[in-house]
């Protein structure tokens, strides 16, 4: 074997030696030095090898680290979901339905273990939370107590003249000075007693007590009390009294309140006094409750429980009872806590003579874990069927980046092949070099996320972006390269040859009934399991759907492009011949980019639906909350008492003379609608023994009123709101009833003459009409759970006073509320909402923030998708298009020509798979159907279900009712503009691509002799 070669200068002489001295001269000079400096910047030597796939590279970085962003928002997300959904649930709900209450029976069979003084009071408070499950004590975050007497004592001689008695309850809490702030006097003292009248034997005959008391600030302004104001409390009478003993009880003001700084109504003691306004309510008037009476009923507070004992004990009328309500924190309702809830309840129900005390133990909060986890469920399901869609346009992106990636290291691979690399360890470098950058992509999306404040990395699931990208990476890229062989090959040749027809056939085939399976599974079994799990049926479905339609729009292009250019061949221009037959014919190389293109487009689409139905579902329940751009309701002057109104506020309750006219002259404002809104009754005059049914009375001019609602509707952009007919409210009867627009419950509950009463007075109606309109139903909440409009001017003998609400259409951007404060008359306590404000509050809510979020994250990466797989689109077509549009110029085709040749290749494909994917993401809510089982699905459907029900639907605010999404919100109206701007894009980056091409010269192209 032959001696290595040297390399050596071509002077040298054959016998100068060839190793030259170790150790040269030291006077000989050197020009260069031994180590010369290297390069500062020098980029890695993979990343040099990279060439020309450096931008594909950075593409895949990029899309991991959207990737990864994802991955890390959509678990902060849904716990930020999660954790409204129980808030509004339990917050909704009565205290007794959503706390652990445990209170002593009025009559204990052992009068020995009944707690006395507040002292044993607490020991029993502590004993019966320990007696409870663990499961149970973890959620109780506070031990509310309070003693309360059950009977009403009358007030004989109130300090203001009221329009209805006033009667007054005692109670006792132990965290009364915690909870309040005295604005006059101090907290209420022990109270005094006397004993007026003894027998000869030395019984006592009559006594009289004086009770020290606190009241609210509310309570004194309704009953003109101030500190040290002393009233007469009625013992006997009209309610009856078994007592030997004459007693005689008065209560003394030691103290007016108001909340301490930091408690709200929301707080466990307010329960109890939870009335701004004391209630009026109907309260017996004999021991037999043969008759009613309505009054002003308010709480007030004594120094110590035993007093509530002693006057029990005096008057013999009416029960005390211990009430110990331990307050259950929705935060720590987690996952695993809900589903410990049932159980555990369960076990203290079947323990209840454990506790201490003769007590009963009740609380909804069953029911209510159960509607809290099936309400997560469906929130949890509508989340993973739209990322499973947007799964299916993210593996189509990232794997057609990665089989770019590979064939631009072809030609490197099979030279190293050839060279005698290892295959094995030439696919470990190059999957290790790719995915490693994947990786710190995916690790610096999931850290801006987070920086931004879109996520946390706590949570385990966060990584699974990353890891799932990188380990596809790595497995795609490895596989790949360890597969190809020593011969680069043309990519339609490569496509060709990868693609058997049986293999192919089976393959679509297997896709289309995989799909038609899902989907007829999840038609048939409904959108979520029996226990409330996700159903992952239904997370495939739409991502199946979509590869299906991708694969059907590939195989149908033949046959669609087929007719075209057998037609445009008969024509005698070339330009549309040659680049429909090319792009008819180049199916099998633009296979992959076509079908991704329809995948990612459907699952924009899927998601942009779901955003406009959120986007809608709030336009919807706030509208039907404010009923306009804004509504003033008239309310008095706190600070002023009853007794002084309406000489010190005559606006209280109404609304001042020219207020519409000042309103209708603010800027956007259209119109300005006022009426009478009373809360009344209704009960059929037939019927006996019906209770009368808790409505709201609004009297409108019915022409303003129609225009108005109409008004509403159209500017606040909601649905589902109807308008009166024309024909309401139709002629007077001849019999004196009054024809009135009802809502439609009301319709179903009742017909024929009705009777309506009212403040202002009584008269009889018939249902003329039935409409659900927005701007009524918004006055539901001044005290009814329905409406009925009343034409101003028809009801004979009644005066319903003047306006006390005002609605004013408009800009409904334009509307502000301090604007509207400066009408004339508006105080500081009106009512002032503007649709801009509430709605604002709806977006911020936690549902409808979580959801929207994860759609806005699925949007914004299926039009990153789009972009990659309308470069991948382009890039397959280029070779043929160019080479083609050059060829023609061979034959006297002109250069400008060649240009349009080049374009209309991939164009009609592209819109082809954009229009399909548009299709499909639209189709894809209507096949799937309701995404949401309801709110009762998940209560048993106890009392706790039908209440937290109840006050569901009387606050159906966006994302408090069982979904953020409104139904059939996919309409022209949001389908047409989103349609046009895809195509405009797609045509915009097919021409773009054409406008950024280099000119190819037709000489160099003949050099090369590359046309196929």
């Known amino acids: ?153 009358p007030v004989a001689d109130p300090p203001a003249k009221l329009d209805a008695p ?20 101090a907290a209420p003292g022990v109270e005094t007693g006397e004993v007026t009248q003894k027998t000869p034997e030395g019984y006592t005959r009559a006594i009289s007590i004086n009770l020290p008391i606190a009241v609210s600030k509310a309570t004194a302004e309704r009953l003109g009390l101030t500190v040290g104001s002393t009233v007469k409390l009625t013992t006997g009478g009209g309610t009856g009294s078994t007592s030997n003993v004459d007693f005689t009880l008065s209560a003394q003001v030691a103290g007016i309140y108001v909340p301490a700084p930091g408690v709200t109504g929301d707080d466990p003691m307010w329960h109890v006094a ?29 120094n110590h429980p035993e007093v509530i004992a002693t006057v029990s004990g005096l008057i013999r009328v009416g029960a005390f009872t211990t009430v110990y309500d331990y307050v259950v924190d929705p935060a720590r309702l987690t996952d695993s806590a809900l589903s410990a809830v049932g159980p555990a309840l369960d076990q203290a129900a079947l323990g209840v003579t454990q506790f201490k005390g003769d007590v009963t133990f009740t609380t909804g909060l069953k029911d209510l874990a159960a509607k809290i986890r099936g309400t997560q469920s469906d929130s949890h399901l509508l989340s993973a069927v739209v990322l499973g869609a947007l799964s299916a346009g993210a593996l189509c992106a990232l794997f057609l980046m990665l089989r770019l990636m590979v064939l631009r290291r072809a030609r490197e691979v099979a030279l190293c092949k050839a060279r005698g690399a290892s295959p094995v360890r030439l696919a470990l470098r190059i999957a290790t070099q790719i995915s490693t950058v994947v990786a710190l992509a995916g690790v610096a999306g999931a850290l801006l996320a987070v920086r931004t404040g879109h996520g946390t990395l706590r949570d385990p699931a966060a990584w699974s972006g990353v890891v799932l990208v990188t380990l596809l990476t790595f497995g795609v890229i490895g596989l790949a390269v360890l597969r190809q062989g020593d011969r680069v090959v043309s990519v339609r040749h490569e496509a060709v040859g990868e693609t058997a027809r049986v293999r192919r056939i089976v393959r679509d085939a297997g896709l289309l009934l995989a799909a038609g399976g899902a989907l007829a599974v999840y038609r048939s079994q409904g959108s979520a399991n029996p226990d409330g799990s996700i159903d992952w049926i239904a997370v495939a479905a739409p991502a199946l759907l979509a590869f299906a339609a991708g694969i059907a729009v590939v195989r149908l292009v033949p046959a669609l492009f087929g007719p075209a250019v057998r037609l445009l061949g008969r024509r005698r221009g070339v330009v549309g011949f040659v680049a429909a037959a090319l792009s008819g014919r180049r ?30 579902k709030v336009r919807d329940d706030t509208l039907r909350q404010v009923g306009a751009a804004a509504r003033i309701d008239a309310a008095p002057d706190l600070t002023v008492s009853v007794a002084d109104q309406p000489a010190k506020d005559p606006t209280a309750y109404q609304l001042a003379d020219g207020f519409a006219a000042a309103a209708a002259n603010l800027p956007g404002v259209r119109g300005v609608l006022t009426a009478r809104v009373e809360p009344g009754g209704v009960a059929p005059l037939a019927a006996e023994g019906v209770q009368p049914r808790p409505i709201a009375v609004v009297t409108v001019d019915p022409e303003v009123f129609r225009r108005a609602a ?8 909601a649905r589902g709101g109807e308008i009166p007919a024309g024909g309401w409210p139709g002629p007077a009867a001849s019999d004196g009833t009054v024809p009135v627009l009802v809502s439609p419950s009301l319709a179903a509950r009742y017909s024929g003459k009705v009777s309506v009463s009212e403040s202002a007075g009584s008269f009889q109606a018939v249902i003329g009409a039935v409409a659900d309109v927005p701007l009524a139903v918004s006055v539901e909440d001044r005290g009814g759970t329905d409406y009925i409009v009343v034409a101003a001017g028809q009801v004979p003998g009644v005066d319903p006073g003047p306006p006390n609400v005002a609605w004013v259409t408009g800009d409904t951007a334009a509307m502000s509320a301090d604007a509207l404060r400066t009408l004339p008359g508006v105080t500081k306590y009106y009512a002032v909402t503007t649709l801009k404000d509430v709605r604002s509050a709806a977006f911020k809510e936690g549902r409808v923030s979580a959801a929207r979020d994860m759609f806005h994250l699925v949007e914004a990466l299926c039009a990153g998708y789009f972009v990659l797989c309308l470069l991948q689109l382009l890039t397959a077509t280029r070779t043929v298009s160019r080479d083609s549009a050059l060829l023609l110029q061979v034959f006297g085709l002109r250069a400008g020509a060649g240009r349009i040749v080049a374009a209309l290749v991939p164009l009609p494909v592209a819109v082809l798979a954009v229009a399909a994917g548009l299709g499909m993401g639209v189709g894809l809510s209507p096949l799937l159907g309701s995404l949401d089982r309801g709110a009762a699905t998940g209560a048993s459907g106890g009392s706790g279900a039908s209440a937290a029900s109840a006050a569901s639907a009387a606050s159906d605010l966006a994302g408090t009712a069982s979904s953020v999404l409104a139904t059939g919100s996919i309409g022209w109206s949001w389908t047409v503009p989103v349609v046009a701007v895809v195509l405009g894009l797609t045509v915009a980056g097919v021409l773009l691509d054409q406008v950024l091409r280099r000119r190819t010269e037709l000489s160099v192209r003949l050099r090369d002799a590359e046309f196929e």
């Open 1 to 153: 074997m032959s001696a290595p070669l040297t390399n050596q200068p071509n002077d040298q002489p054959n016998d100068q030696p060839t190793n030259p001295p170790t150790n040269p001269p030291t006077n000989q000079p050197t020009n260069q030095p031994k180590n010369p400096p290297r390069k500062l910047l020098r980029p890695p030597r993979w990343l040099a090898e990279l060439g020309t796939a450096r931008l594909v590279l950075a593409a895949l970085a990029l899309l991991a680290a959207g990737t990864a962003a994802t991955a890390v928002a959509v678990p902060a997300d849904t716990r930020k979901s999660d954790a409204w959904t129980a808030g509004s649930v339990l917050s909704q709900a009565p205290y007794g339905q959503r706390d652990l209450v445990v209170a002593g029976r009025p009559v204990s069979s052992n009068p020995n273990t009944y707690p006395k003084d507040a002292s044993d009071i607490g020991e029993v408070a502590t004993a019966n939370l320990a007696a409870l499950p663990d499961a149970l004590q973890r959620l109780v975050s506070e031990t509310a107590v309070t003693r309360q007497y059950s009977h009403l004592l």
């Open 166 to 185: 006033a009667w007054l309850r005692l109670d006792w809490a132990p965290k009364l000075d915690a909870k309040v702030r005295y604005v006059a006097g």
């Open 274 to 302: 939870d009335k701004p306004d004391p209630a009026r309510v109907p309260v017996c008037v004999d021991d037999q409750c043969n008759s009613t009476e309505t009054v002003w009923q308010a709480d007030v507070f004594v």
């Open 587 to 616: 199916v099998r190389v633009v296979a992959a980019p076509l079908a991704g293109l329809v995948v990612v487009v459907a699952a924009g689409m899927f998601a942009a639906g779901y955003d406009a139905a959120a986007a809608q």
């Open 710 to 717: 109409a008004a509403s509707v159209a500017d606040s952009g």
